[in-house]
């Protein structure tokens, strides 16, 4: 059976409503089977030193777990070092030989997606979507989908999901800063965090 199949990659430091409210509108907009989070392995020059993988792994599983139609990848946690799009979407494509990828990206990341890298392979490899929410700046965003376009001939899907003004640096922040995180991440996670006293120093 061909399935489509969502792919949402990210750092998950901590996985937060944002990721997951975006994950679910998008499965439902585009009636995909199931989305398939990847959290990135540990890059080894990154300018802020980010939680080891198991904890993100973790904490994405926590969070994903009451939702049938998601999944979590390790498929960048067993490699080494950083991985690019492009491998990742390849080693998914040998798995799913028949299936329909789409990898999915908040419309900021979607800007600086690592500069391309292949993209003529990547573009081949899966279908795009660029969502958007309110208060982003989309002049960028509708820039980078006309050079896709113009260069590789693709066609970005897009959508706009409702506002959920969160990010994982808030969170850190707040965690950091001994605030409420209430409501922004799920009970799990918080719970994950203060168990293993994450996001202190
Ligand atoms: P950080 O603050 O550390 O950069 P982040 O909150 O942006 O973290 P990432 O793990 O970097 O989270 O993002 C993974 C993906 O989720 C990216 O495609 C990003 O654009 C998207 N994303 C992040 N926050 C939101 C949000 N509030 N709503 C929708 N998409 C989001
Ligand atoms: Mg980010």
């Given at each position: ?36 989070f ?39 946690l ?22 329909e ?73 707040n ?27």
């Amino acid at each position: 059976m061909n399935k489509k199949i969502g792919i949402m990659g990210g750092t998950f430091d901590p996985i937060h409503y944002g990721h997951l409210s975006t994950a679910e509108t998008v499965r439902i907009k585009f009636d995909l089977d199931y989305i398939l989070f990847v959290p990135t392995g540990n890059p080894p020059h990154k300018m802020r030193k980010i939680t080891k993988k198991y904890h993100r792994y973790n904490m994405t599983i926590l969070a994903t777990i009451s939702n049938d139609n998601f999944r979590v990848s390790t498929i960048e946690l067993e490699r080494d070092g950083y991985s690019y799009t492009v491998d990742t979407l390849k080693s998914i494509k040998q798995i799913h030989k028949d299936d329909e990828l789409y990898f999915i990206t908040g419309a900021d990341a979607f800007c600086d997606m690592k500069d391309w890298y292949r993209a003529d392979e990547l573009f081949s490899l899966a279908n795009f979507i660029g969502a958007t929410r309110p208060g982003i700046d989309t002049t960028k965003f509708e820039e980078a989908l006309k050079y896709i376009k113009d260069n590789y001939n693709k066609d970005v899907l897009t959508i706009h999901v409702p506002s959920l003004d969160i990010s994982s640096t808030g969170i850190r922040k707040n965690v950091l800063e001994k605030k409420s995180v209430k409501y922004l991440i799920p009970e799990n996670v918080e719970r994950y965090i203060i168990k293993h006293n994450l996001y202190n120093s």
